[in-house]
């Protein structure tokens, strides 16, 4: 015999109009008087504002190993044909590799690292698993931006997450200038969450990780948000990082110059809030953007 859970949707999205719908869950879900590499003051802070920014995560010894892993894979055909690959519309270049961490055992040490899975698993207040992971290719002169969007909406609708229990971090690999298409992020806007306008296609993760349609907020509302919370650019050196809450309000814009501007992100979700059947799409998004492993990190370092 089969039972089915009945998962309430706390957050309704993808129907005839934008709804808001005030945050339902903590924001830091770890006890402020747990020990971890996250200070008091810092959690207070990622709890108003929805980030983090430090700046340096890691070294620069190690920023150079990731660089040349980022280099190899990216330059290597078979990742080129892998469907985990994305590549640039009009320059065919490729733009972010999905799951990094299994296809690479140089990212997956990354994950594993106590500085990167230790803050996660404080602020979540759990063990975690990786719910995605992907190198981003902004190579200069012309590579697109990823437009105004919360991942949460798009995590709940197309991949099943039913709480607001999830936080990526953005590592540097290259230095983030004001102008080489820089994250951007609305502070505050994780207290809200904007339920989007429209139905999800069949398969949209094929079109949406190129160019985002379906889960795109109208112009009224980021006008509203901006209005009220304000914008804010992240600069930093390489090895610099920014956590930022699942909810955020965010994007970046193109580079156009000389610049290139490449990352790792990793989004860790705690293993208490593990994916169901997806709250507005019809189908799954495949495992590779959207994990079924709920496998617990675990520290090497």
């Not at 009009?90 to 500085?115: G, M, P, Q, T, W």
Request: charged share 25%; glycine share 8%.
């Amino acid at each position: 015999m089969t039972t089915t859970t009945h998962v309430t949707d706390l957050y309704p999205t993808r129907g005839a109009t934008e709804v808001a719908t005030p945050r339902q869950d903590p924001v830091v879900w770890g006890s402020p008087d747990t020990p971890g590499p996250v200070s008091a003051t810092d959690l207070q802070a990622l709890d108003r504002d929805g980030f983090l920014a430090i700046d340096q995560l890691i070294g620069p010894d190690e920023v150079a190993v990731y660089q040349r892993e980022l280099e190899r894979l990216v330059n290597d055909p078979e990742i080129r044909a892998d469907e985990r690959s994305i590549v640039e519309p009009k320059s065919k270049e490729i733009r972010s590799v999905f799951e990094v961490h299994r296809i690479s055992e140089v990212f997956a040490n990354l994950v594993r690292d106590e500085r990167v899975v230790g803050r996660a698993r404080q602020i979540l207040g759990s063990d975690v698993y990786v719910h995605q992971s992907r190198i981003n290719v902004k190579p200069g002169f012309g590579a697109s931006g990823f437009y105004w969007h919360s991942d949460f909406e798009t995590w709940h609708a197309e991949d099943g997450l039913p709480n607001m229990r999830t936080i990526s971090v953005s590592i540097a690999l290259t230095e983030n200038h004001d102008t080489n298409g820089g994250l951007m992020i609305m502070p505050g806007s994780h207290k809200t969450f904007l339920g989007c306008a429209g139905e999800t296609p069949k398969d949209n993760y094929k079109k949406s990780l190129q160019m985002q349609d379906a889960g795109t907020p109208s112009d009224e509302a980021l006008t509203k948000m901006a209005s009220e919370y304000g914008i804010k650019l992240f600069t930093g050196k390489a090895g610099s990082a920014t956590w930022f809450d699942c909810n955020c309000m965010h994007g970046s814009g193109d580079n156009i110059t000389p610049f290139p501007r490449s990352n790792v992100f990793i989004v860790f979700n705690s293993v208490e809030n593990a994916a169901v059947e997806p709250f507005a799409a019809p189908v799954r998004r495949p495992e590779f953007i959207g994990a079924r492993d709920f496998t617990p990190v675990r520290c090497t370092i």
